[in-house]
Nanobody
């Protein structure tokens, strides 16, 4: 497993942008696929985006396609989520996760994103 620490959350007006970062510890970061999930109050945690170990094949939740971009820098052990054109329904705690197999088995503590209307 790797240890993950998210940052970059905050309060933004609708239409604004934020960039989330997730710093990973350990020397094997490049071996992990990385993902972003979110959980809104009263709702289950949901997938937002993920990216392969090499930085290719990004996938997105339909509702964020064209607005969010996931990327990674393996030299910095960091994965990013650039969020543009934010909407109030994007309000949630955002979590970074890592997996080597099929299960997401390493999680960060989360960072709050609040989008005001």
């Amino acid at each position: 497993q790797v240890q993950l620490v998210e940052s970059g959350g905050g309060l933004v007006q609708a239409g604004g942008s934020l960039r989330l970062s997730c710093a990973a510890s350990g020397r094997t970061f490049s071996a992990y696929a990385m993902g972003w999930f979110r959980q809104a109050p009263g709702k289950e945690r949901e997938f937002v985006a993920d990216i392969s170990w090499s930085g290719g094949s990004p996938r997105y939740k339909d509702s964020v396609k064209g607005r969010f971009t996931i990327s990674r820098d393996n030299a910095k052990n960091t994965v990013y989520l650039q969020m543009n054109s934010l909407k109030p329904e994007d309000t949630a705690v955002y979590y970074c996760a890592a997996r080597r197999g099929t299960l997401w088995d390493s999680w960060g503590q989360g960072t709050q994103v609040t989008v005001s209307s």
